[in-house]
């Protein structure tokens, strides 16, 4: 990843490299894919659109790509169609899926982190699975990987991290991180260099306390080195069970 | 670790309660071992030496002790005759080894703290191959071990550590870490309480500034939360091969 090729370009082609690297080292999309991406309208999301687009001619392998973004009754504010545009020109289709997470609150229940997600999660598996799609991408990087690795292990004592791969056992679904190899400052240098504004509104309950908190401290810890962060990610990767051989 | 027992325990209690489960978990002391506890005069390896010696009686097995300090050509102003009266309280033999680590330096070499701890661990391992020990005890303690995982985590990019037990393959000896549970500060309170004084030299070439940097960062990290320590250590212990099955 430090190879001459990559010091001299530009911070697209990085990106685009780096996410290619995952794809075929970790088999995430196959020939006839129908995929899934899960945009948010922020940069990671949106980035990760765009790539998928532009190695559509690289992977030789075709695959289908389509977009959702859940929006929800404590967050309407989303440019919905800057993002619907944008995904227009890379060619592809966007849908909107409205989910009433605080309609749907128990009597005496209050909002929270763990509530949101699993709400948003299986109205997206639903949605892939309704129609025919059989991966879903996240836009998680390697900074959030590495924060998961270190949150699992200071809070459960285990070592564990989210994987690239992820094959569901009850349904015909698969989650896949193509951006599991691009660092957050990465994403944020091609957001800016390809123009890509960020088109997500904040969430109004704010960044989970306690991942805000492990990433500054797992700042501070590594010096916010690059190349310290990559040795911890070889590491880590290695605990990610590679199901699908290279491609 | 954090039962009933353990929170109204005093101090020494906690160290030997710990020390004899990292003995039997991790099978480190068997019956008819001769073991040589390599002391420098420090907190750990001062409690190290009293916490076998208070075992004797609780373990149910035999086991010889004899400890080694080696001294050496740019540090002698050791108390040793204050560490020597108080290992004989203790029934523990003391012999004084002296290695002269700068004089063995080839010409145009400087000092550095590789040279010296590879100079002071092949003098221990001979000399307990020479006077028959099977077993070399070292001071190390849970957060020495954190540290070691950390630094080998971020400069290696690898899930590694000092293990509790090691077994040489080319010298019939093995080393053995009887205070892998206990944290640091159980360390200084036990010897505080049991009016342990310090009574070796401090390294004129100063402590290991990477490890000094990692400790810092881990306190930091971790809050330094024993609760966070131990989660941690939990998920460490476990790339310990337990070689021996617990006794």
Not at 123 to 151: C, P, R, S, W
Not at 186 to 213: F, H, M, V, W
Request: net charge positive; hydrophobic share 45%.
């Amino acid at each position: 990843m430090s190879n001459r090729f990559l010091r001299r370009a530009s911070v697209h082609d990085i990106v685009q490299k780096l996410s290619a690297k995952a794809v075929l080292e970790h088999g995430l999309i196959e020939e006839g894919d129908r995929i899934l991406i899960a945009v948010s309208g922020g940069k990671d999301s949106t980035v990760l659109a765009w790539v998928l687009s532009a190695l559509r001619p690289v992977l030789k392998r075709r695959y289908e790509l389509a977009a959702v973004h859940i929006s929800s009754d404590f967050c309407a504010c989303c440019k919905q169609s800057v993002l619907k545009d944008r995904l227009a020109q890379w060619d592809i289709p966007f849908t909107d899926l409205f989910v009433p997470i605080i309609g749907r609150l128990k009597e005496g229940r209050s909002m929270n982190c763990y509530w949101c997600s699993t709400q948003r999660r299986s109205e997206l598996l639903n949605f892939a699975v309704e129609n025919q799609y059989n991966k879903i991408a996240l836009g998680h990087h390697l900074d959030d990987i590495l924060e998961t690795f270190f949150m699992n292990l200071m809070a459960k004592g285990e070592f564990s991290t989210m994987p690239l791969f992820l094959a569901y056992r009850n349904y015909p679904v698969s989650l896949i991180r193509p951006l599991g190899f691009v660092e957050e400052a990465q994403i944020i240098a091609c957001a800016d260099a390809k123009g890509i504004l960020k088109a997500a509104c904040t969430c109004p309950y704010g960044l989970n306390s306690e991942r805000r908190r492990i990433r500054a401290r797992l700042a501070d810890f590594t010096d916010n080195s690059s190349a310290v962060k990559r040795r911890i990610f070889n590491a880590v990767e290695q605990l990610m069970p590679k199901i699908h051989p290279p491609l």
